[in-house]
C-alpha cells in the first residue's frame, strides 16, 4: 500500500484554491478534495510497516497553529515545468509538524528524506506545457491569498491510483495539542 503523511486543507480552503482551476492548457487539475499539503511521503510499505508508523505518528506532540495559503508558484526539472502549486505560510508551526513527522518517520525504520521541505499545495500538473504559459498563468493568480485557518490535526493517508488519478484514503488522524 502507498503512504503518505499530509495536512488536511479544510472544506472553505479547499474551494477557494479550486477557483484556480483554469487557464492554464495541458494542465491535470487536483481535485478539491485531493488538496492537502504533504508532510513526508513514504511510498510503498507493507501492512505491519503502517502499524509501526501510525505508532509512531501517535506519539508526536505540536500545539496546533495557524496556516494562510498564498502565492503560485511551480516545480520544474530541468527546463520542464511538471507541477504549479499554491505557497503555505505559517509561522514555524508547520515546520516544527514536518520536523517530528519526519523523526517519527525514521523511527519507524524508514530512510530519512533527502529533499528540503518546501510546505505547498499542489494545484496542477503538467505535461508539455509551455513555460510561457505557466509564466502568464502565475502573473495572473500570484496574488492569490487564503484567509488563515487553524491547523488542529494531521492525518495518514493511503494513495489508491488510477486511471483518473490518485485517491485518498484517510487512515488515522492525529489530534495537535490545544495550548
Do not use: C
Not at 523523526?103 to 494545484?123: D, L, M, N, Q, Y
Not at 509551455?130 to 487564503?146: L, R
Amino acid at each position: 500500500m502507498r503512504i503518505f503523511v499530509a495536512l488536511p486543507l479544510p472544506d472553505p480552503i479547499r474551494r477557494h484554491l479550486a477557483g484556480l482551476r483554469s487557464g492554464l492548457p495541458g494542465a491535470r487539475w487536483v481535485a478539491p478534495e485531493n488538496m492537502h499539503v504533504t508532510l513526508r511521503f513514504i511510498g510503498e510499505v507493507e501492512g505491519d510497516e503502517v502499524d509501526e508508523v501510525d505508532a509512531a505518528l501517535a506519539e508526536i506532540r505540536v500545539p496546533v497553529f495557524d496556516v494562510s495559503v498564498g502565492g503560485i508558484g511551480f516545480f520544474d526539472r530541468g527546463r520542464k515545468v511538471h507541477a504549479v502549486w499554491a505557497g503555505i505560510e505559517a509561522e514555524g508551526g508547520l515546520e516544527r509538524l514536518q520536523r517530528k513527522v519526519e523523526s517519527a518517520i525514521v523511527r519507524a525504520g524508514f530512510e530519512p528524506e533527502r529533499r528540503k521541505f518546501k510546505p505547498h499545495v499542489t494545484i496542477a500538473r503538467l505535461r508539455g506545457t509551455p513555460a510561457h504559459h505557466v509564466g502568464t498563468y502565475i502573473e495572473a493568480h500570484d496574488g492569490f491569498a487564503s484567509d488563515p485557518f487553524r491547523a488542529d490535526h494531521f492525518t495518514l493517508f493511503r494513495s489508491h491510483l488510477g486511471r483518473e488519478g490518485a485517491v485518498y484514503e484517510a487512515l488515522a488522524d492525529y489530534t495537535l495539542d490545544e495550548s
